[in-house]
C-alpha cells in the first residue's frame, strides 16, 4: 500500500506555511509566504482575508505540484475574527490577537457576566485578544454589522472551499464563545454577545474528516476534487502534537514573534483562582493549557528596527543575520544587565497579567549602560514573563521536567539560557520546528483517515539539537531580578490604566 501522504496547510499570523507530510511526520516540500499586518488607525493589527487566501493557494500549489496527497489538513492562528455577509463576503478584514481596539469591551464583558463562570465554561478569562470583546466592539462601533456572521480566520478559509463555515473545536475554544467541556457554543457566551447561533460557524471536531473537497476547494488547494478536507486545530495545540510533546513532563515554549508556554493533556485543566492560563479544547480527547505573552521576539525586531541601525548594515555587508549580531552583543553584557530591568509590554500583555494598558519600560537606566546591556535587558524581560507564566503553571502542579524550545529566538543559546536559569528548567532545542504545526495537522488527518486510531500511536517526537541546562549562579541573579520586575509592574500598573485608557 502506498504511503499516505496529507498536504497540511498553516497559516499563522506571520505567514502562511503549505507542507506535504508523509505518515513518518517527515515533510517532504514546504513553501511560504509572508502575510502583511494592516494597522490604519492605533491599536489595530489586521490582515486581509484575501491575502490569506491567496496565500492559502500559493503556497499548497508550491507545496503539493507533484504529489497526489491523501487529505487536506489545516491548522490556523487563533483570535483573527472577521465580519463576513450571508454569502461569507468580507465585511471587515479579519482582527489579529494583537489588535488592542476592544480593550475597553473586555472589562464589559466582566460587567455582564460573571468573568469567572464564564472562564470555568470557556477556558478564556477576561482578555482583549477573544473575539467576544471584538464582536462587541465591531457592533458598537459599526451598527450596521449588529446582524451579520462573525467568523474566524480559517472558518473563512473553510466556507471558500466548501461553500459553508465550519470551525474545529480548537480554534472555536479560542474565541470567548465556546464552552470547552460540552464542545458547543457557550449560551452564557452567546447571552453576552447578544449572538445567535446562526451568526457563527457550525462546530465540528478537528480529527475527523468534514467532507470531499469540491471543485473550489479543490482548486483552492490544488488538489483532486473528492481529496478529504480534515479541519485540525489551532496552531498551538498542531505544534505540540507535531513535536510529540502531550503530558505533564513536557511543555512546548515557543518564542517566535511572542512567546508561549503549553502543555498538552486528555482534561481540562484552569486557574480558577487567579484565571492566570488559558485552556482550549485541541482535538482527538485533548486540551491545551498554558500562557502566553504578546510580545516575545518582537521586542528584538523592535530594537533591530529603531536602534540596530549598525547591526543591520554589518549584516548586510557580512551576509549575516542582524539578530545573529544583536545576541552578539547581548553576550558582552553581564546577567542581570548592569541593574537595567524591561518590562516588555510593548502590545499590552495577556498571561498571567492580562493587562492590555501596559507598555515597555527600561528601568534603572544611567550614563555607564551601553548597547549591550539595553539588549540583554530586553531578552531578560521576555525571559521574566515566561518565568511569570511558569510559576502560575506550577501553582496549579505542572512544573515540567523540560521546556521543548522553538521559534526564531531560541536559535539564540543566550536567549535559552537566560530562559532556562530563569524559570530553572532545562530548553530542549528542537530541529525543523518551524513546521510542527503543518506535521501536528497531518497527524490528525493520519487519523481522520484510519491510519491510526489515535494520534498517539504515531509516536512521532520532536528531534532535540541541544538542551541548554539552567546555571544555579545565573539563577540566583534572575531571582532577584524576577523580584524587582514584578515589583516595577506592581508599582506601574496604575499609571498603564491611567494613560492608556483613553488610547
Known amino acids: ?58 503556497t499548497s500549489k508550491l507545496a503539493a505540484k507533484g ?89 473563512f478559509v473553510i466556507a471558500k472551499a466548501v461553500g459553508e463555515p465550519y470551525v474545529d473545536y480548537g480554534n472555536a475554544s479560542g474565541s470567548q464563545l465556546f464552552n470547552i467541556r460540552e464542545l458547543r457554543w457557550d449560551d452564557l457566551a452567546l447571552e453576552v454577545a447578544g449572538l ?15 467532507c470531499e473537497l469540491p471543485g473550489a476547494g479543490a482548486e483552492l488547494f490544488s488538489v483532486k476534487p473528492g481529496t478529504p478536507l480534515v479541519p485540525g486545530t489551532f496552531d498551538g495545540a498542531a505544534q505540540n502534537l507535531g513535536l510529540g510533546a502531550e503530558g505533564p513532563e513536557e511543555a512546548v515554549l515557543n518564542l517566535g514573534t511572542t512567546a508561549v508556554v503549553r502543555l498538552l493533556g486528555r482534561t481540562p485543566v484552569l486557574d480558577e483562582k487567579g484565571m492566570r492560563t488559558f485552556c482550549y479544547y485541541a482535538a482527538a480527547g485533548r486540551w491545551a493549557f498554558g500562557g502566553s505573552t504578546n510580545n516575545g521576539g518582537s521586542v528584538l525586531r523592535w530594537l533591530r528596527d529603531a536602534l540596530g541601525g549598525l547591526e543591520a548594515a554589518a549584516a548586510e555587508a557580512l551576509g549575516a543575520d542582524p539578530y545573529d549580531l544583536l545576541c552578539a552583543e547581548a553576550e558582552r553584557a553581564p546577567p542581570g544587565s548592569s541593574g537595567l530591568v524591561f518590562i516588555p509590554f510593548m502590545a499590552g500583555e495577556r498571561f498571567p ?73 532545562p530548553v530542549a532545542r528542537v530541529k525543523g520546528g518551524e513546521h510542527a504545526a503543518n506535521v501536528g495537522a497531518a497527524a490528525l488527518a493520519l487519523k481522520a483517515l484510519g491510519a491510526v486510531r489515535d494520534v498517539g500511536e504515531l509516536g512521532w517526537r520532536a528531534e532535540v539539537a541541544d538542551v541548554v541546562q539552567p546555571d544555579p549562579a545565573l539563577a540566583e541573579v534572575y531571582d532577584e531580578l524576577y523580584e524587582k520586575f ?18
Not at 539588549?375 to 524581560?381: I, S, T
Request: aromatic share 6%; with cysteine; glycine share 8%.
Open 67 to 155: 504529489f497526489d496527497v491523501d487529505a487536506v489538513a489545516l491548522s490556523c492562528y487563533q483570535h483573527g475574527l472577521m465580519a463576513v455577509d450571508a454569502r461569507c463576503e468580507p465585511l471587515t478584514n479579519a482582527l489579529t490577537h494583537m489588535d488592542s481596539r476592544a480593550a475597553h469591551y473586555a472589562a464589559e464583558v466582566e460587567g455582564r457576566c460573571d468573568p469567572a463562570e464564564l472562564y470555568r465554561r470557556t477556558g478564556c478569562p477576561p482578555l482583549f485578544v477573544y473575539a467576544l470583546p471584538k464582536i462587541l466592539w465591531l457592533k458598537s462601533e459599526r451598527p450596521g454589522l449588529a446582524a451579520a456572521r462573525f467568523l474566524l480566520v480559517k472558518d
Open 486 to 503: 514584578t515589583e516595577a509592574y506592581r508599582l506601574l500598573a496604575p499609571l498603564f490604566r491611567e494613560w492608556g485608557s483613553g488610547v
Open 196 to 210: 445567535s447561533e446562526e451568526q457563527l460557524a457550525v462546530p465540528v471536531e478537528g480529527s475527523e474528516t468534514l
Open 353 to 425: 497579567f492580562r493587562d492590555p494598558y501596559a507598555r515597555g519600560v527600561l528601568l534603572g537606566l544611567r550614563y555607564d549602560h551601553r548597547k549591550p546591556h539595553v539588549v540583554r535587558a530586553f531578552m531578560e524581560g521576555v525571559a521574566m514573563v515566561v518565568r511569570a507564566i511558569a510559576e502560575a503553571l506550577a501553582d496549579l502542579g505542572f512544573k515540567p521536567a523540560r521546556l521543548l524550545g522553538c521559534g526564531g529566538g531560541l536559535r539564540s543559546r543566550l536567549w535559552a539560557a537566560i530562559v532556562a536559569s530563569s524559570t530553572r528548567t
Open 1 to 58: 500500500m502506498p504511503a499516505l501522504r496529507v498536504l497540511a496547510v498553516d497559516i499563522g499570523t506571520t505567514n502562511v506555511k503549505a507542507a506535504v507530510v508523509d505518515e513518518s511526520g517527515r515533510v517532504l516540500r514546504a513553501a511560504s509566504r509572508e502575510l502583511t499586518l494592516i494597522s490604519p488607525e492605533p491599536g489595530a493589527a489586521e490582515h486581509s482575508p484575501r491575502e490569506i487566501l491567496a496565500a492559502v493557494a500559493e
